[in-house]
């Protein structure tokens, strides 16, 4: 039985003392639960609330975000981008893709949104960029590969996120899965690894926000 991480009632007052989402950002909520396979994938109001304000307390020039899914973070990050930056946004499914341009074009932030279709490990080695905000959001089976293939590209002093650090409390369980193996080493490499200042946030389904301090 996976954990609630938060009870749910205190989870239903932070949600109830947070502010509320955008008019799309309800639609592409309720659509994706109506519509999309695996709901439970979108970030969500709190989160995605959060996510907007730590974008838009970093300024960011660059965002690059892996797993699109339905575009909800991917809409959240890119409030917070100074004028003229760029998100680029990677998943591996071109199901949602005709949806997902749909809602980035009514959003406003269609032409900063960069939106490419293909598995992570792919794309990234070619990208120029270097990023002031990373999230990690995709097959967390790979969440370290990820880490090691951008920590270099990400400026000094700026911020990765990885979701679902926490796996649904399947973390501190006995039984251990392949999934949560993968999780918990992901979480003790960060720990030691003095390029990054990290805070395990346990909000929603775990976020681990890392900062980095060295090259
Ligand atoms: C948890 S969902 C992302 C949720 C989204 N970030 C949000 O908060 O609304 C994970 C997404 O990662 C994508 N994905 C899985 N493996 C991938 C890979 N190897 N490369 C790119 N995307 C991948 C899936 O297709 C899925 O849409």
Redesign the pocket.
């Known amino acids: 039985m996976p954990l609630d991480i938060t009870h749910p009632l205190v989870q239903h007052y932070a949600e109830r003392y947070t502010s509320t989402e955008s008019a799309l950002l309800q639609k592409v909520n309720r659509d994706t639960h109506a519509k999309v396979l695996m709901p439970r994938?979108?970030?969500g109001q709190l989160q995605g609330r959060f996510l907007a304000m730590v974008s838009r307390m970093i300024k960011p020039q660059t965002i690059l975000?892996?797993?699109?899914?339905?575009g909800?973070?991917a809409l959240c990050l890119a409030e917070g981008l100074v004028k003229g930056g760029k998100l680029i946004t990677?998943?591996?499914?071109e199901e949602l893709e005709d949806t997902v341009r749909g809602y980035f074009n009514e959003s406003g932030y269609g032409t900063s949104i960069d939106y490419r279709i293909g598995?992570?490990?792919d794309i990234i080695p070619n990208l120029k960029e270097s990023f002031d905000l990373v999230f990690i959001?995709?097959?967390k089976e790979?969440n370290g590969k990820y880490f090691d293939l951008l920590i270099n590209r990400v400026t000094l002093g700026g911020f990765l996120l990885v979701?679902n650090v926490l796996w649904s409390g399947k973390v501190v369980e006995d039984k251990i899965d392949k999934d949560t193996r993968a999780i918990l080493s992901f979480n003790e490499m960060i720990q030691h690894d003095q390029r990054v200042e990290n805070v395990l946030l346990p909000l929603r389904d775990g976020l681990m926000l890392m900062q980095k301090v060295k090259e």
């Open positions: 994938m979108l970030s975000e892996l797993g699109t899914y339905t909800y973070s990677i998943d591996a499914n598995k992570a490990a959001d995709a097959d790979n979701d």
